[in-house]
Structure formats: structure tokens, C-alpha cells
Nanobody
């Protein structure tokens, strides 16, 4: 499966963005999908993931209540709705697909998109 992340951009603090992760090749419904982010000089970190069925999600503590992950398997797409954005959310955001559900571990994901840059100004 090939993944392409999009939807990043420049937004002011407290603003919103919706990221999309579109899949081609195999059906995305076969996979759990996660969002990760990497800020300059920092390691890639887990943000959120959603099970293949969409009925189970997990979030990193700092984004709980602000970010919502969802998926539309008919469209082969996973979304990350980001509200109340903060400058510390600035990073390149990556989507990834894997067979292990509900995991926050980078190495558990086998397929990665190219990343989309989110910049939040104060």
C-alpha cells in the first residue's frame, strides 16, 4: 500500500487543520493507521492511531480532546482533524499503516507516507 499525506499548512494558534492520508494499491481497510509527527531536531513521535474497522482509537496525551482521527474505508482515506492548534504542534506529520492494532511504536508500522508540514504561529 502507498500512502500520501496532505492538508498541512500555516495556521495561527487556536486554528484548525484537517490532514488526509490517501492510500493506493492495497485497500487501507486491511491496516491499522497511525499519525506521527517529527519536529526539527526531535525524534518522530506518536500522535494517534485507528483500528482497521474504525471502532478503536488512541491518542497521545497532549492532543487528547483537540485531535480526532477517523477513516473512510470506502474512500481509502484516514483523516486527522486538528483543532485548537498550538505552536508546539508544529512538525512534519506522517501517516503510516501496519498490521498491529493500537500500537504507538514507530517500528510496528510497515508503510509510510511522505509527510506534510504543519506550522502553527503564535
Amino acid at each position: 500500500v502507498q500512502l500520501q499525506a496532505s492538508g498541512g499548512g500555516l495556521v495561527q494558534a487556536e486554528g484548525s487543520l484537517r490532514l488526509s492520508c490517501a492510500a493506493s494499491g492495497r485497500a487501507l481497510s486491511r491496516y491499522a493507521v497511525g499519525w506521527f509527527r517529527q519536529a526539527p531536531g526531535k525524534e518522530r513521535e506518536f500522535v494517534s492511531s485507528i483500528a482497521w474497522s474504525g471502532d478503536s482509537t488512541i491518542y497521545e496525551d497532549s492532543v487528547k480532546g483537540r485531535f480526532t482521527i477517523s477513516r473512510d474505508n470506502a474512500k481509502n482515506t484516514v483523516y486527522l482533524q486538528m483543532n485548537s492548534l498550538k505552536p508546539e504542534d508544529t512538525a512534519v506529520y506522517y501517516c503510516a499503516a501496519g498490521r498491529i492494532p493500537q500500537t504507538t511504536v514507530v517500528d510496528h508500522y510497515d508503510h509510510w507516507g511522505q509527510g506534510t508540514l504543519v506550522t502553527v504561529s503564535s
